[in-house]
């Protein structure tokens, strides 16, 4: 079988999120995951949060300016909910169903990490707000991309270039490495659906280490093999 050789299951599609800190390179293993899946014939969407749909790219606005930020961290919690909420009901859930296999630049861990550890919104608030956003649905694999604090804000850095940083990137470096163990947490605390990945690799290396993590998790004995 070729590198990308894979068993294409049938039925639903699958629900693979990413997540991580500050440029942590997200978006790239993405791209290059979807890639190798169209290689291999799978029906892809790409999508990312806040955003993904009309609705929730007005929301996405609103924090990222900071305008979330005026209002306090329970209401701009309630904006990513809102947000999550559309793009869940709009495009991930009628994706899933169709049988595309959904690839989500963040999802409800952003908002553990970063409003619940870190931002010091009560988990009880979150859990809430996720029932009625995500009920459910629940990501088949979570992949979350570690590298160290300072890297990653350096490769944000460069890829803002001239540009003023957002809402989150402006935060303390306190907040960020805040935000490396709060992803850490969660992956050691849900080793099923979670999978560390270490970030501190050349793209190639680490999307490597992404396709080994979704071909042990998502691609076991299933339906024909096909061949890319
Ligand atoms: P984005 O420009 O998409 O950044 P990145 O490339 O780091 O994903 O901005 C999204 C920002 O929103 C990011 O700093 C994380 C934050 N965020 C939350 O705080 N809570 C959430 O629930 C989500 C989805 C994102």
């Known amino acids: ?13 699958r629900f693979i999120t990413f997540e991580g ?32 749909s009309p609705g929730a790219e007005i929301m996405r606005h ?8 005026l209002l306090g961290p329970e209401a701009e919690t309630l904006l990513f909910a809102a947000a999550r909420d559309d793009h869940v009901r709009t495009v991930i859930q009628p994706a899933l ?8 630049d963040r999802f409800a861990d952003s908002t553990r990490a970063y409003q619940g550890s870190l931002g010091s919104v009560p988990i009880g608030l979150i859990n809430a707000m996720q029932r009625v956003t995500i009920g459910d649905l629940k990501p088949d694999l979570t992949i979350i ?4 604090v300072e890297i990653g804000l350096q490769r944000a850095a460069v890829r803002r270039g001239t540009g003023a940083p957002d ?17 850490r947490k969660i992956a050691a605390e849900e080793p099923k659906r979670c999978v560390l990945i270490d970030a501190n690799s050349d ?26």
């Open 97 to 104: 169903n169709q049988g595309a296999w959904v690839l989500c």
């Open 21 to 52: 800190g500050e440029g942590t390179g997200k978006s790239t293993q993405i791209k290059k995951l979807a890639d190798r899946l169209k290689a291999a014939r799978m029906r892809i969407l790409v999508t990312r949060e806040p955003g993904g």
């Open 167 to 183: 809402r989150f990137e402006s935060e303390q470096l306190s907040f960020h490495h805040g935000l490396r163990e709060a992803y």
């Open 1 to 13: 079988m070729s590198k990308n050789a894979v068993q294409r299951p049938s039925g639903r599609g």
């Open 145 to 148: 991309l570690d590298l160290p």
């Open 62 to 69: 609103l924090v990222l300016s900071g305008m979330g930020k």
């Open 203 to 228: 793209p190639d290396t680490v999307a490597d280490r992404v396709w080994t993590a979704l071909r042990e998790r998502l691609l076991p004995a299933t339906a024909s093999v096909i061949s890319a």
